[in-house]
């Protein structure tokens, strides 16, 4: 990198000032490059670099990414199992009893302390690799060039002197200087804060200390593309990025607590500070009987930490950890712990039509040229159907890889129809494009829902082609083509040709065409799309998935409302809605049109009646999570565009796609759909619903045993007995008893009914259907029962009444392992 002899002078002179730090050099004096020299500066090409090189440069400069969050090591963590105030006290209680009294106690103490950190350790290493693995599978991808193909790879292998591609919903993997650019816009509010996109161009900045908002030629790591295209040449990865050097003012990212950890990290100090309390009484009591105060003092400690239930939130998260790893296995990536927990309460499921619900595998059936409907191909290629597959091929950004058979196309599946029937037609758009070179386009975006490009004609002149949603192409257009020249377009007759296909389902597209004589002065799309010759409709069929209906009959019988939220027509999303049993009527439906001219409060009062919402802006998604959630609802929603991050954010459950997805949806998403698949949400739901379940039963076992032991023990004296068990008994049954069957919930297969019962209210606390008052009686009958054995024993001399008392504890805390097990079914 000290190749920077062609460049400016201000190059020469950042670098002259800071020799001693060549990276920081180069790093400010970028944007000042033209496009060529930066290239030429990072060895490096159009077609990017060839793999071994890249391999070479990966090995010398190390991974594109940022330092992360320090790990505990395992000796760390080994020791923080000993951190405990209880445990550390108890060591020193039977170190103490020991060296005055019998050794051998100590000794089994020890042994069972151990036994105890080791059980926990273990657990927590499981939680830990199984949260990295969740962490690895949601790391981002970068499309790169490499030996003029066209990859996609882990951004962070990523190296400097990679081509990499950029298109809308792209997170930029490393800082890059913008080689081309088509409306390349993209928002650096985290590197800037500044709020508006900013629109990105190719030229060099000469100003050495251009602010980072006005480099306009780079494209930084970590900032986000909202709309447009671009190519750029990575020139600094990992550390030496932009944001790599504000890494460390961000500090490190905070592990998020779930609400059920906070909850019972509160409920635990309580209830430790209540244990407590009645330790000390029994340490008081037995003394002042006269009973050893060593024996006391060991007693007590162990009693405490034996009810002291300082591992409950730590429960919880291993049991999250452990069920958001199988999550993946059924397809549903986990990104933020709590939405494990939450899964469980969800009571709304708003989801996508195209690729969730649908196959996303559709194929163009029916077509309208010339001012009649056709299914499939027609047989005859006249003047309207040339043009129709000449845009097709031409307004599409479908690319194909290998030679006719062996073809397979990369693209947008709407294009990808739309590509393959024009290629079965004669008009393969490689081949096409040599007559008809793209000059420029207007991207694709949901708000407009079209797209142009702009073609130099071998007639003379340049055509653009526009093709979008059909009601928005007749309504940009002025008359129709027909056999010879332009004929005046009959709207009516086209707009019931478009509901008539969308009736059936299928998605109608339009296309149609403009002639220029001269280029347009600008490229708006106000300007552009505008004043059209219409061509004609396409129907793109796109099946249901066959396993949606059976899903969407498991949300209704768990009471939860399925919605389809929808950019597509309102008859084609009806008539998708109603074959999967999500709607009845056009009573369901509202519009985006509707729903905009709708205040937040008229729409609250109808937002439970509406089942699906066609032709509606990914921006409007947020109105209808709001809308659900004053209403008390508990929502997840589904997103794959960079429009959908704030819907997704504010959702309870933001479900981003993992295969069509964006990278920006996925960063704001709490959960990624692997497959894309509906039937994946209602999946994870019943999974949610049964590790709440399960760690509901753990907790209410380890409550209620405790219960049991305190209970045991603190009234043993009330009633002239002595202290029922020594220290290593309660302590046995602490890890043993108590501490083995709880760990065992976690696996507990979900219960019948499961899925038939209605969601849990979001508010319900994990003590609600009177978990509090159990933990009381419960504990009160196992102590009932342990006493009466201690009380016969004892006043008829057996010699063994401490060994029963043991048992009969050991024996109702299985008992009521295996009652936990259901509320609602018979053990047997
Ligand atoms: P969903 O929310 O169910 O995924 P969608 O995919 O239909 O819906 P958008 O991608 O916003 O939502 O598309 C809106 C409309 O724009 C589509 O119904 C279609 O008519 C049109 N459209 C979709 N893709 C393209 C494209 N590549 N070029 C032109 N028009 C398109």
Same mark, same amino acid.
């Given at each position: ?26 790093? &400010? ?5 033209? =496009? ?28 594109? %990414? ?14 923080? %199992? ?10 020193? #209680? ?9 050794? %051998? ?29 969740? &962490? &690895? ?58 709020? +508006? ?29 909202? /709309?447009?295209?671009?190519? =750029? ?15 460390? !003012? ?6 998020? &607590?779930?609400?059920? %950890? ?8 309580? !209830? ?10 029994? *340490? ?77 595998? +559709? ?62 037609? =004669? ?53 129709? !083509?027909?056999? @010879? ?20 389902? !299928? ?11 001269? +280029? ?44 389809? $939220? ?67 609802? *508990? ?23 993992? $295969? ?27 999974? =949610? ?95 009932? #029962? ?8 004892? /006043?008829? @001399? ?7 008392? *043991? ?22």
């Amino acid at each position: 990198m000290t190749a920077n002899k062609k460049t400016t002078t201000n190059v020469n002179k950042a670098s002259a000032s800071e020799r001693g730090n060549a990276s920081a050099a180069s790093m &400010k004096a970028w944007h000042t490059l033209p =496009g060529d020299a930066a290239l030429q500066s990072l060895e490096s090409r159009l077609d990017g670099l060839t793999p071994s090189e890249a391999k070479a440069r990966l090995a010398r400069h190390g991974p594109n %990414q940022l330092p992360e969050v320090k790990r505990r090591t395992i000796a760390a963590m080994i020791a923080d %199992q000993f951190k405990d105030f209880m445990i550390l006290l108890l060591i020193g #209680a039977a170190v103490v009893s020991g060296v005055i009294g019998e050794p %051998q106690d100590t000794i089994a103490i020890l042994v069972i302390v151990l036994l105890n950190a080791v059980i926990g350790f273990v657990q927590e290493i499981r939680a830990e690799r199984a949260m990295e693995a969740l &962490k &690895k599978l949601a790391a981002p991808n970068a499309v790169v060039r490499r030996e003029g193909q066209t990859l996609e790879i882990p951004a962070v292998n990523i190296v400097s002197g990679d081509i990499v591609l950029l298109e809308a919903g792209r997170i930029v993997p490393a800082d890059l200087r913008l080689l081309e650019v088509a409306s390349l816009r993209i928002a650096e509010a985290v590197l800037t804060g500044e709020s +508006m996109p900013v629109e990105k161009t190719v030229d060099a900045v000469p100003d050495h200390d251009a602010a980072l908002g006005d480099r306009k030629n780079m494209a930084y790591k970590g900032t986000q593309v909202v /709309y447009g295209r671009g190519v =750029g040449v990575v020139a600094e990865t990992g550390i030496s990025t932009e944001l790599g050097r504000i890494a460390n !003012l961000l500090g490190s990212e905070k592990e998020v &607590k779930t609400p059920l %950890q906070k909850r019972l990290a509160v409920f635990g100090r309580n !209830l430790g500070l209540a244990a407590l309390a009645i330790c000390a009484l029994v *340490f008081v009591v037995g003394v002042m009987r006269g009973e050893d105060v060593v024996l006391m003092f060991l007693t007590a400690v162990s009693l405490a930490v034996a009810a002291v239930p300082e591992a409950l939130p730590a429960v919880v998260t291993i049991t999250l950890a452990l069920g958001a790893r199988r999550m993946v296995r059924t397809h549903a990536l986990i990104r933020k712990l709590p939405a494990v927990e939450t899964l469980g309460s969800v009571t709304y499921i708003c989801t996508d039509k195209t690729g969730t619900l649908t196959q996303n595998k +559709m194929k163009a059936e029916r077509f309208s040229v010339n001012g009649s409907m056709v299914s499939g191909r027609p047989a005859i290629c006249n003047e309207s159907w040339t043009w129709l597959l000449r845009g097709a091929a031409l307004c599409n950004d479908v690319s194909a890889a290998g030679e006719q058979e062996e073809q397979s196309t990369v693209g947008d599946p709407t294009e990808v129809a739309l590509y393959e029937v024009a290629a079965e037609g =004669g008009f393969r758009r490689e081949h096409l494009e040599e007559d008809w070179p793209r000059i420029d386009e207007i991207p694709f975006d949901s708000e407009r829902k079209c797209m142009t490009t702009f073609h130099t004609s071998p007639e003379g002149g340049w055509v653009s082609f526009t093709k979008g949603a059909a009601e928005v192409i007749v309504d940009r257009s002025l008359d129709r !083509l027909g056999e @010879d020249g332009t004929l005046p377009l009959d709207s009516e007759r086209i707009g019931r040709e478009i509901e008539a296909m969308a009736d059936d389902g !299928l998605r109608v597209l339009g296309i149609a065409m403009r002639r220029w004589k001269d +280029m347009p002065s600008s490229f708006a799309p106000e300007e552009v799309e505008k004043d059209l010759t219409f061509v004609g409709l396409a129907g793109l069929m796109d099946p249901p998935r066959p396993e949606a209906e059976e899903a969407i009959g498991l949300c209704k019988s768990a009471g939860i409302r399925p919605v389809m $939220i929808t950019g597509d027509h309102p008859a084609t999303a009806l008539a998708i809605a109603r074959r999967l049993g999500i709607a009845d009527g056009p009573d369901d439906i509202l519009t985006g049109k509707e729903l905009a001219a709708l205040s937040l409060d008229e729409f609250e009062r109808i937002v439970q009646e509406v089942r699906v919402y066609a032709r509606v802006a990914p921006e409007q998604k947020v109105k209808i999570v709001r809308a659900l959630q004053d209403k008390g609802e *508990f929502v997840a929603m589904t997103g794959d565009g960079v429009n959908d991050a704030p819907a997704l954010k504010r959702a309870e459950i933001g479900v981003a796609m993992g $295969i069509t997805g964006t990278d920006v949806a996925k960063e704001a998403s709490h959960m990624i759909l692997l497959d894309d698949n509906f039937a994946t949400i209602v999946h994870a739901v019943r999974e =949610g619903r049964r590790i709440y379940d399960n760690i509901r039963k753990f907790v209410k076992y380890t409550m209620t045993s405790n219960s049991g032991e305190i209970w045991t023990i603190f009234l043993a004296p009330f009633l002239g007995l002595p202290i029922p068990l020594l220290p290593i008994h309660i302590l046995w049954i602490n890890l043993v008893t108590d501490g083995l069957p709880g760990l065992a919930y976690a696996a507990e297969p979900e219960e019948k009914g499961l899925m038939t019962r209605p969601p849990k209210p979001p508010k319900e606390t994990l003590f609600a259907h009177g978990l509090g008052a159990q933990i009381i009686w419960i504990g009160l009958l196992m102590g009932a #029962a342990s006493l009466a054995t201690q009380g016969w024993a004892f /006043y008829t @001399d057996h010699a063994h009444w401490q060994t029963m008392v *043991f048992t009969v504890l050991c024996l109702s805390q299985l008992g009521n392992a295996l009652a936990i097990r259901s509320d609602r079914e018979s053990l047997f």
